[in-house]
């Protein structure tokens, strides 16, 4: 009986869900469109380097984090993005890691007790960082991140963007162990587990792929839509407002963009059969679709069966 040894990377992705905006060339201004249009021509074609993806991302920040001291912001912006293709357009979403981080430095501020704060990052290095983004911010009023990040769940907000007819779902299959990365890059090995692993030679085992990926124009229709009978049936909260936020962040792009729901690291934590079949984002239209009836009992089963789902994703950041 031959042996199967299953590669591992040394960095996983991020417990995390992104959503994404990909704008066309067109919406850069030079000489940004420039450096972009060179940028997307080398990773075309069936000999160039793949996109870049998150788990390259992730590898960058996690080096800076272990430094000492820890590099919280990076000193310079990145010039990476995501490339798509579609109907002969281009289409990229720009890192913007150092804006995501000075976003994500601020968020951890009020998450965590100040002495596991210090402890993470020294009030020294935060300092630092904070004037930075003021000076930054100064000079550029206007800017915003292409990328939101969310860890160890979706919003049900984000939910309300997409449509079904816009999933796209690919199993994860086994690849010899010299092959390319698939999604984003991550072997999952422990989501793999119970599949049935190929005889003979090293294989390794792609992630699956969630996503769901639907035309700006669509998507500020639904937020529209979703908003209006969000504020007409609840009181004012969390979740309007929420839904209120997202649609004008979308307003930031330009309007042939594309937008992206990817589940990112959370293929990891979530059973692949879970993730074929996975509604959520027809409990959210359910929902919406009975307040507008004014079903509230309707609207609260849908509610339920979708918070329950993903409240039993999001404990299992305290597990072991």
């Excluded at 996690?62 to 990476?80: F, K, Y």
């Excluded at 090995?189 to 049935?196: C, I, K, L, Q, T």
């Excluded at 085992?205 to 209006?228: D, E, I, K, L, S």
């Excluded at 069966?305 to 305290?318: H, P, S």
Aim: charged share 30%; aromatic share 8%.
């Amino acid at each position: 009986m031959r042996d199967v040894a299953t590669l591992r990377t040394s960095v996983r992705p991020p417990y995390a869900a992104y959503l994404r905006v990909y704008e066309p060339l067109a919406a850069f201004r030079e000489p940004e469109r420039s450096y972009w249009q060179g940028y997307a021509a080398a990773r075309r074609g069936p000999a160039a380097v793949a996109g870049a993806t998150a788990l390259e991302e992730a590898r960058r920040r996690l080096a800076d984090l272990i430094a000492v001291p820890p590099v919280a912001v990076p000193e310079q912006e990145s010039r990476e993005a995501f490339v798509h293709e579609a109907d002969g357009v281009v289409y990229l979403c720009p890192w913007r890691t150092r804006l995501r981080s000075w976003m994500a430095l601020e968020e951890l501020q009020e998450l965590l007790p100040a002495p596991l704060l210090d402890a993470a990052v020294p009030a020294g290095v935060r300092a630092a960082a904070e004037a930075d983004w003021d000076r930054w911010r100064a000079q550029n009023p206007d800017g915003r991140p292409w990328i939101l990040t969310e860890t160890w769940n979706v919003p049900v907000r984000w939910f309300l963007l997409f449509g079904p007819e816009d999933r796209e779902f690919e199993p994860g299959r086994w690849t010899d162990g010299a092959g390319a990365d698939g999604g984003d890059g991550a072997d999952t090995s422990d989501a793999a587990e119970g599949a049935d692993e190929p005889a003979g030679g090293v294989k390794r085992r792609t992630a699956p792929v969630m996503r769901y990926r639907t035309p700006m124009a669509q998507a500020r229709r639904r937020v529209a839509r979703g908003f209006r009978v969000l504020r007409d049936t609840l009181d004012e909260g969390p979740m309007v407002a929420g839904v209120e936020e997202v649609g004008r962040w979308l307003e930031e792009f330009h309007p042939r963009s594309l937008v992206e729901l990817d589940y990112g690291g959370l293929v990891d934590v979530i059973p692949e059969e879970g993730l074929a079949a996975d509604r959520s984002v027809e409990e959210v239209a359910e929902g919406i679709a009975a307040l507008r009836e004014g079903d509230g009992a309707g609207a609260g089963r849908s509610y339920r069966a979708l918070t329950e789902r993903w409240r039993r994703v999001q404990e299992l950041q305290y597990a072991n």
